[in-house]
């Protein structure tokens, strides 16, 4: 297993909601952001959202409508809510920690992905 480990997608139909969820360590996620990235077939990665240690969000263009992020401290989890799926959000999903910090000018560290899972919206 990887640092993040996902919850496994799965086949929801049109106006369906889903909940994804993604596991890491209290040391990832007690210390950095974390965040929902999608990738549909052909088309590049874009972001979901992303949520800080205070539980500060940001949201991708038009995403806020029918996507939530949240995170349980307790559990070391992150979870993003969907409701009114559509087809068109079909892709596969990560979780991702961003483990990047700066000093001065230099911007030093990595980010690290979930193994994805897919979601397909479909009747």
């Known amino acids: 297993q990887g640092e993040l480990v996902e919850s496994v997608g799965g086949l929801v139909q049109p106006g369906g909601s889903l909940t994804l969820s993604c596991a890491t360590s209290a040391r990832i996620f007690s210390s950095n952001t974390m965040g929902w990235y999608r990738q549909a077939p052909g088309k590049p990665r874009e972001l979901v959202a992303t949520i800080t240690t205070g539980n500060y969000w940001t949201y991708g263009d038009s995403m806020q409508d029918r996507f939530t992020i949240s995170r349980d401290n307790a559990k070391n989890t992150l979870y993003l809510k969907a409701i009114n799926l559509r087809p068109d959000d079909t892709a596969v999903y990560y979780c991702?920690?961003?483990?990047?910090?700066?000093?001065?000018?230099?911007?030093?560290?990595?980010?690290?992905w979930g193994q994805g899972t897919q979601v397909t919206v479909s009747s």
């Open positions: 991702n920690a961003d483990l990047r910090r700066r000093k001065g000018w230099d911007v030093y560290g990595s980010i690290i």
